[in-house]
């Protein structure tokens, strides 16, 4: 696989959705197309934190989320927290659906039929209800920060930094941290985002390439050529079409 640009190198895009036929992409700023990336459009409708910044999409059942953090000043200091917002019905507005969350910066969500996971700073919580109420869901894991979730079924990964991969085969009721990559070393680079796709999972890499399993990464191997920036943020994949996003790069397909 060759990898075609759909521009957007401007921006820092930290996650990609495909939503329907509409794509997203956020980061300092949420966009969308209709037509495969050619023209994007602001989409940020209904958020309210002051300097916000969006790290997560996720589709889950019939909905869009998209999380990430804000910066608010009290007149004396700053104060940091973090959101959860669901698209409207008719696509037009985001509407905060983050109660039990506590603020807690969210930096990456993944979806299983209709329970959404979020990764935070405080470890991963879940929805059953359209985000309308969250619980914890991190029993077992040794790191808070959650970089990057992916979710097929009841098997959920969770990237953790430095304590490797966070593995749970029960929904995300226990964890357990493993090293599921084979033959891939870990000391020549380092995993930065993960994604499933039915059941395909797709990993990006510090080194610009994307791995791929289809044996919940018992095996991999490289997908396509190597990317022309070294660090990928996002993945999101819909049937044969994957989408990628990289630090100061744009997106990519």
Do not use: C
């Not at 329907?20 to 459009?41: F, M, P, Q």
């Amino acid at each position: 696989k060759s990898w075609s640009s759909l521009g957007l190198s401007s921006y820092p895009i930290m996650s990609i959705a495909r939503f329907g036929t509409t794509l997203y992409v956020a980061g300092s700023e949420i966009l969308k197309s209709t037509d495969n990336g050619t023209t994007w459009t602001l989409a940020q409708t209904g958020i309210t934190y002051p300097d916000w910044y969006a790290y997560a999409l996720q589709v889950s059942g019939s909905h869009l989320f998209v999380g990430g953090s804000y910066d608010t000043y009290n007149g004396s200091y700053y104060v940091s927290g973090g959101w959860v917002y669901r698209l409207s019905d008719d696509g037009t507005t985001w509407v905060e659906a983050d109660s039990g969350i506590n603020k807690a910066t969210v930096l990456s969500l993944a979806g299983a039929g209709t329970t959404i996971f979020a990764g935070s700073a405080s470890g991963i919580f879940s929805s059953t209800n359209a985000g309308a109420l969250w619980t914890a869901a991190s029993m077992g894991m040794t790191e808070s920060n959650v970089n990057s979730l992916a979710a097929n079924g009841s098997m959920l990964y969770g990237l953790t930094g430095t304590s490797g991969v966070a593995v749970s085969s029960d929904g995300g009721t226990s964890w357990s941290v493993s090293y599921p990559f084979g033959a891939f070393s870990l000391s020549t680079f380092y995993l930065t985002t993960i994604a499933f796709d039915g059941s395909m999972l797709y990993a990006g890499t510090s080194a610009g390439r994307i791995l791929k399993s289809t044996d919940n990464g018992a095996t991999w191997s490289l997908l396509g050529s190597r990317l022309p920036r070294s660090y990928v943020e996002a993945i999101a994949a819909s049937g044969s079409t994957i989408y990628v996003s990289m630090a100061a790069a744009g997106v990519f397909t």
